[in-house]
């Protein structure tokens, strides 16, 4: 079981699924704060080079299982060509509409 997209509580992490699902890399980078840092399975990681890899050029997919923390933490069943699918938790950071920091890793 899944949840819309369009129904997620949290604006700004709705925004990012969105650009993830679309492969909208403008759309995508333009959520992120000057800055933005994120962390994979605990190890920080480059986020233009990781996203790049994991989400954009593998065809990466979300699809959110559940939430919690306002919207803020996700579960997520994500799929890419590299890895295929995999259960997964991310964590946002949101400051002023923007995401300052993810964390992703296995759930």
């Not at 993830?20 to 233009?48: C, Q, W, Y």
């Not at 997964?88 to 950071?93: A, G, L, Q, R, S």
Request: hydrophobic share 35%; no cysteine.
């Amino acid at each position: 079981m899944s949840i819309q997209v369009d129904r997620l509580s949290d604006p700004t992490v709705r925004a990012f699924v969105t650009a993830v699902n679309a492969h909208d890399k403008a759309a995508f980078e333009g959520l992120l704060a000057p800055g933005a840092t994120m962390s994979d399975d605990g190890s920080d990681r480059d986020i233009a080079d990781w996203t790049d890899r994991e989400i954009f050029s593998s065809n990466g997919h979300m699809d959110v299982e559940s939430e919690s923390d306002g919207g803020r933490t996700l579960i997520v069943t994500f799929r890419n060509d590299t890895w295929g699918e995999m259960r997964t938790k991310w964590h946002f950071t949101v400051d002023g509409g923007k995401v300052s920091r993810f964390e992703t890793g296995q759930a």
